[in-house]
């Protein structure tokens, strides 16, 4: 049985299988925990599949490159799923037309604040040119931002880093903070949700109801947008644009 079991490793080492089914199994596992312990947010299943790959990885000695062969197949499962994310903004399009200049306002204020407040925090804590290029666009979904950060002579890998990282914490503390405040609208939730948590703060939205997801994927749509128009304009303005 042992010599079963290692030929089995073998092959999958050798192949990208290894990626994909590790990336599968690592967040069924975390779905079934994030159940079984009550939906707490703070088993997030991004979180700890995150986690545990992260782990495997590190143990197995395995290159992320060797991971990454297999992993990319549900990499690019990602674009179909923003797309697909117009079916509810259609089923919701009526509600999404009630509050148009409301959630054009808090796009444009949320937008600004959150990577300002990001790039004066960071620079007043010492922070380098490199991390501070890599860091402004937190907020924005992971593909964009890694392009804005490229554009500016930031790191993507560390932009994309920060902005996983964002959309988990915004993700597990959102919906403590509605409760704290006592905001029961979904709409408001979702557009919050999108806004701070872009993807990951998206999936969180769903969970709650459609209405949420709906306006959270439409806040994470328009600010992406935003962001890719103002961030480099921001960013001159603080001496961290592009390397002549």
């Given at each position: 049985m042992s010599a079963e079991l290692d030929?089995?490793?073998?092959?999958?080492a050798a192949s990208p299988l290894l990626g994909l089914l590790l990336t599968l199994l690592a967040y069924q596992f975390a779905c079934e925990l994030h159940r079984r312990c009550g939906s707490t947010p703070l088993l997030n299943p991004v979180a700890v599949s995150c986690t545990l790959i992260i782990l495997v990885l590190l143990l197995a000695d395995i290159p992320y490159r060797h991971y990454f062969e297999?992993?990319?197949?549900?990499?690019?499962?990602?674009?179909?799923a923003i797309v697909?994310?117009?079916?509810?903004?259609?089923?919701?399009l009526a509600r999404l037309r009630a509050l148009l200049l409301p959630l054009?306002?808090?796009?444009?204020l949320g937008s600004l604040l959150s990577a300002a407040s990001a790039l004066i925090t960071a620079a007043l804590l010492g922070a380098d040119e490199i991390t501070l290029k890599s860091l402004a666009p937190k907020s924005v979904t992971t593909p964009v931002a890694m392009g804005i950060t490229e554009a500016v002579g930031g790191e993507p890998s560390l932009t994309a880093f920060i902005?996983?990282?964002t959309g988990i914490i915004g993700a597990i503390l959102g919906p403590w903070v509605f409760r704290r405040l006592g905001i029961a609208d979904e709409r408001i939730q979702g557009i919050a949700l999108g806004l701070a948590g872009h993807g990951?703060?998206?999936?969180?939205?769903?969970?709650?109801?459609?209405?949420?997801?709906?306006?959270?994927?439409l806040t994470m749509a328009l600010s992406a947008l935003l962001n890719g128009v103002f961030l480099p304009w921001l960013m001159g303005l603080m001496g961290l644009g592009a390397p002549g």
């Open positions: 030929a089995i490793w073998l092959y999958l297999g992993a990319q197949f549900v990499h690019f499962l990602l674009g179909p697909a994310l117009a079916v509810p903004l259609y089923q919701q054009g306002v808090v796009l444009v902005v996983v990282t990951i703060g998206t999936a969180r939205a769903f969970q709650i109801g459609v209405q949420a997801g709906s306006f959270s994927g």
